[in-house]
């Protein structure tokens, strides 16, 4: 009886865990293109997050991300290391505006994160300060 007792607790925690992760939406942004031809978004990072984490932009026309920290004395960065992809990106983060250029020249899936970290503990990428960013033909 006691085993039933524990097993039917262990079927309800995982089946509570199990619909949290379910419900654990990414926010995705598809970049509209402005009239001047430039693809415009606007990134806040923070403890430890980017939003938008998904952004979708086309290949070959030109993207400005708008970066800004969420105000706070930890510091954050923008790393995007995919010179395959057209983005080689290190950028310190502040809580003034930074404009960020860039074209993207293939179509994948890159990551960007942040990798800031304090003495020994984990960086913000592991914390989970990192997102994707979707180039499209
Ligand atoms: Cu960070």
Known sequence: ???????????????IALAQEAGEKKKIIM????KDGVQRVEIVGGE???DPEYI?????IPVE????????????NIVIHSPEGGMDI???????????????????????YCDK????FKNHR??????????TE
């Not at 979708?56 to 070959?60: G, W």
């Open 48 to 50: 430890y997050f980017f």
């Open 90 to 112: 290190r950028e310190s983060m502040s809580a003034d505006q930074r404009v960020i250029k860039f074209t993207p020249t293939k179509a994948g899936k890159y990551p960007f």
């Open 56 to 60: 979708i932009v086309k290949k070959d």
């Open 1 to 15: 009886m006691r085993t039933i007792k524990f097993l039917l607790f262990f079927l309800m925690f995982a089946g």
């Open 117 to 120: 970290k304090l003495l020994f």
């Open 31 to 34: 970049v509209p293109v402005d």
């Open 65 to 76: 991300l708008i970066v800004k920290k969420k105000p706070g004395i930890i510091p954050h």
């Open 126 to 135: 592991e914390k989970g300060m990192e997102g994707v960013i979707e180039v």
